[in-house]
C-alpha cells in the first residue's frame, strides 16, 4: 500500500483526537475553575514511535498527538458572594482528601459545602464511654473534604462560617504534566516535585472563571476539521492511484 495513505490514515485519526480536545475545553466554557488543555504534536519519523496502530501502520507513520498539556493560567473571578466560595490569587492549589480512599487531589475550583464527617475517639460527657462524634466540615460535596494550612480538616461553626477560613493554599515546584482525574481535579507525579505552601492569596466570596478561551477554541475546532478534510482527501486521492496501478495491464 502507498505510504501516503498510512500518513492520511494517522492524520485523520489525530485530528479528531485534537478535536476532542478542543470540544471538550468549550464544553467546560462556563465550569468555575476548568483548566483547559493543549495538544502537542511530534513527527512519528523523527521521534521513531511505532505507528498508530502498531500491529498495522509501519514506524514513522506521520504525527502523533503525544500529549495535552493543562493550561493553569486564570482569566478572573467571578463574584458569587457566598460564604463558602473561595479563589485562588496567584499560584497555588486546594488540597482535597478522600476518607474512602486516601487519595490528596488537588483543585483552583473553590465552590466548597459542607457535610458531615464523624470523628472517631469522641467521648460521650455524660457516659464517658467513646463515642462517634458527627461534625461539619468544609467539603467539596463529592465526599472529600478540604484540608486546611494545618493539614487538618476546616471544622465548620456558626461562627467561623462569616470569617476568612484556615484554607491551605498548596503548591509544587513544577505544575507540567500533573494528571488530570476529573471534576476539575488533578494529582502530582513524579517530576512535579515535593508538596509546598503556594504563595496565592485566599479570596473568599469568589470563584475563579474557567480560562477557556471561545474564541481561540473555535478557531483550533475549523483548523481540525480542515485538516481532517484533507487527510480523508488524501486517503481517497492514494486508492485511487493504487486502483490506476492495479487496472494497468
Excluded at 62 to 77: E, I, K, L
Excluded at 177 to 200: T, W
Amino acid at each position: 500500500m502507498n505510504q501516503s495513505f498510512y500518513t492520511a490514515a494517522v492524520g485523520a485519526w489525530q485530528q479528531q483526537e485534537r478535536l476532542n480536545v478542543h470540544g471538550n475545553n468549550i464544553a467546560n466554557i462556563n465550569n468555575y475553575g476548568f483548566k483547559a488543555k493543549k495538544p502537542s504534536f511530534a513527527a512519528l519519523m523523527y521521534d521513531f514511535i511505532a505507528g498508530a496502530q502498531a500491529d498495522e501502520l509501519p514506524r514513522g507513520t506521520g504525527t502523533y498527538m503525544v500529549g495535552a498539556d493543562t493550561d493553569f493560567g486564570s482569566t478572573g473571578f467571578a463574584d458569587t458572594g457566598l460564604d463558602l466560595d473561595y479563589a485562588i490569587e496567584g499560584h497555588g492549589f486546594f488540597a482535597l482528601w478522600d476518607p474512602a480512599s486516601g487519595e490528596y487531589s488537588y483543585t483552583r475550583d473553590g465552590s466548597f459545602t459542607k457535610a458531615e464527617f464523624y470523628v472517631e475517639g469522641a467521648v460521650d460527657p455524660d457516659t464517658g464511654e467513646p463515642t462517634q462524634e458527627a461534625k461539619w466540615y468544609l467539603s467539596d460535596g463529592d465526599g472529600r473534604f478540604v484540608m486546611g494550612r494545618d493539614g487538618r480538616l476546616i471544622e465548620l461553626t456558626e461562627e467561623n462560617v462569616k470569617s476568612e477560613l484556615p484554607i491551605g493554599i498548596f503548591d509544587f515546584v513544577n505544575t507540567n504534566g500533573m494528571l488530570h482525574v476529573g471534576r476539575n481535579r488533578f494529582v502530582p507525579v513524579e517530576k512535579n516535585g515535593q508538596l509546598q505552601m503556594g504563595q496565592g492569596k485566599l479570596v473568599k466570596g469568589y470563584l475563579e472563571r474557567s480560562n477557556t478561551d471561545l474564541a481561540h477554541e473555535m478557531v483550533k475546532v475549523i483548523e481540525s476539521q480542515r485538516s481532517f478534510s484533507y487527510a480523508l482527501k488524501m486517503i481517497q486521492t492514494s486508492d485511487e492511484i493504487e486502483t490506476t496501478v492495479n487496472g494497468l495491464r
